[in-house]
Structure formats: C-alpha cells, structure tokens
C-alpha cells in the first residue's frame, strides 16, 4: 500500500516506518497518523514481521504534533486530535511486536512521544529531545505527561515538561530516555543489527516479554508476577519452544517458525 507521509518497507522479518514529510520536519498532522494507525495495524497482521523500526526523513524524526493544523482547533478538536494520536500511540506501543526508534534528528513534542511509545530508543548523537508545549501554550498530548515520568522518573519529567527545554542526545542516553547513542551515519546499521538480533529470538516469546513488561510497569509485582507466570506457561504450547529447546539440546541451529 503506499501512503501521503510515510514510507513503508519489509525485508528480512523486519519493517522500517519511516514519517516522510521532511519539508514540515516530519511533524505529525492528522493524516500521517491516520496512516500511522493504519501502518500499525497491516503489521500488527503480518507474520513475516518479527521487529519494526520507527524513523525520520531527513534532519528530524518527528519535530512534534503539527503546530499549524493545531493552531485554530476549538476545545473539542484539540481533544480529538489528543486522542487521535494517543489512540495511535497506545497501538504501536501495545503491538506485540518489538517496535524500535531509530532517531535521527529533532525528536520534539508529539516526535518525543511517539520515540517513547517505541520499546527501545537508539539515537544518533545529533538528535535533540524535548517537551517544548508549554512555551506553545499547551501540555504534551500524545502521552508526553505520563510516558516521560515513567521512563526517566518524575522529578526529571516535570523539570523537561515545565521548561520545555532541548536536550541533546548525551543528556538523554544520561538521564536513560534512551539506550544508546551513536554517530549518525551509523545509525541505521546500529538500529538494523538490534532489530535483526531481536527478530533471531522466538517472536511469540519476545511479544509475550513485550507484554509482560509493559503490564508488569503498570501494576503491583504480585499481578505482574502472576501475568509472567501465565505467560512463561503459554510459551510451553508453541512450536517455537519445542524448537528452541531441541536445537539447544542436538547442538544445532534453531529455526522459528512463529508457530
Ligand atoms: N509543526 C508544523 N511545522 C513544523 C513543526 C511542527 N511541529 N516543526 C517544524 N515545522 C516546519 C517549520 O514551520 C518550517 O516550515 P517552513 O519552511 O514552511 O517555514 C519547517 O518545518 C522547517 O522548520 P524550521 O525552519 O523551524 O527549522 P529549524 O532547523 O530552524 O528549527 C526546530 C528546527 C527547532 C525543530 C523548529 O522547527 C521547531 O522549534 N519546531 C517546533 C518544535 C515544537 O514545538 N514541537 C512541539 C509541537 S506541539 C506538540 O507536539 C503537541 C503534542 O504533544 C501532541
């Protein structure tokens, strides 16, 4: 399928996403979300699909939501446009596939927010993070205000939201927004080289760590525990398993079959 704003390529068991409207530094409008939306949903389907990387065209990856189709939104439109992408967002984030950023550049606003509803950020070190909303007289609203303070603690989310300050991509890999920064012409084989590793396990097993992990963050240990046990149980009624174990076992090369 093609689409306006994003490029959309699979090779290999891994798919890149790349927001392609470099002119408006890649800033989110309605219509590159909706192609977001869909995007997540036709590789939420795909079973050739065991990694995907989410990236920017040119200098930015994202530079925020877009300021000039925000600009005259009455009351209600700035809630459906908020819960247009937060509704994306919470779809990429809660595909049970392992979703990385690759960024590259400007990841400002609603392009912050969609780097932190990947599961892995990897940045170039010429990237640039921050929540610049209220010095435009908003708040984050793509899940800014509450995936922040839970990746790099409250104390630093409140001083980077009430500031609106950029930081660079140091200061991020410092204060953990992200794992790893890297020179930018190595970023993408970097990003590759993870996704491809990733894509090397069983991938029901990495979506059910997927899973766990992201429901184990929102509730108490006993809960999250008891979901690890359901879910290490699950694992025991895939192929992949067998496979694994067996491979280990005859001193073999395993072979997943996402089965
Ligand atoms: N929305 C719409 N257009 C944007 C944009 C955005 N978020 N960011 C950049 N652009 C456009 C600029 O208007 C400019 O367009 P023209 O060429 O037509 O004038 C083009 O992209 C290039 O931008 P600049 O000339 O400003 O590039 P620069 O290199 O001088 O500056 C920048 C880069 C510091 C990232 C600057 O563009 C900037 O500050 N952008 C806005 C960042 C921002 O405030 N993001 C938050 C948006 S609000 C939000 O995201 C809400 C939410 O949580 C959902």
Redesign the pocket.
């Known amino acids: 399928m093609e689409f306006k704003n994003i490029i959309l390529n699979k090779k290999d068991k891994i798919a890149m996403v790349t927001i392609n409207r470099p ?7 309605s219509e590159t979300l909706k192609e977001l939306d869909t995007i997540i949903d036709e590789l939420y389907a795909d079973e050739e699909i065991f990694a995907v990387i989410v990236t920017g065209e040119g ?2 990856f ?9 600009k005259d939104l009455s009351t209600m439109e700035g809630r459906k ?2 819960l247009l ?1 937060n509704k994306v967002f919470r779809k990429l984030e809660n595909m049970g596939k392992p979703v990385i950023a690759a960024v590259n550049g ?1 990841a ?6 969609l780097s932190m509803a990947c599961d892995i950020r990897i940045a170039s070190s010429k990237a ?1 993070f ?4 209220a ?2 007289g ?7 205000t509450q995936r922040l303070a839970r990746i790099v603690g409250e104390g630093m989310a409140k001083e980077l939201i009430f500031t ?1 300050k ?1 930081i660079d991509a140091q200061e991020a890999l410092r204060i953990g927004l992200v794992n790893k920064v890297v020179e930018p012409e190595k970023l993408m084989d970097e990003v590759k080289a993870l996704a491809n590793t990733i894509a090397a396990q069983a991938p029901i097993a990495v979506k059910l760590c997927k899973t766990a992990i992201n429901r184990g963050m929102q509730c108490d240990i006993d809960t999250g525990i008891a979901y690890e046990a359901e879910v290490f149980g699950q694992c025991f009624s895939t192929n992949d398993q067998k496979e694994g174990m067996t491979a280990f076992i005859e001193k073999r090369d395993k072979c997943f079959k996402n089965s």
């Open positions: 002119k408006a530094l890649n800033a989110l409008n200098k930015a994202v530079a925020g939501a877009d300021i000039s189709e925000m446009f908020g992408g400007f400002l606003g609603g392009g912050c927010e640039k921050g929540q610049p909303e010095g435009l908003i708040t984050p609203g793509f899940g800014g609106g950029i």
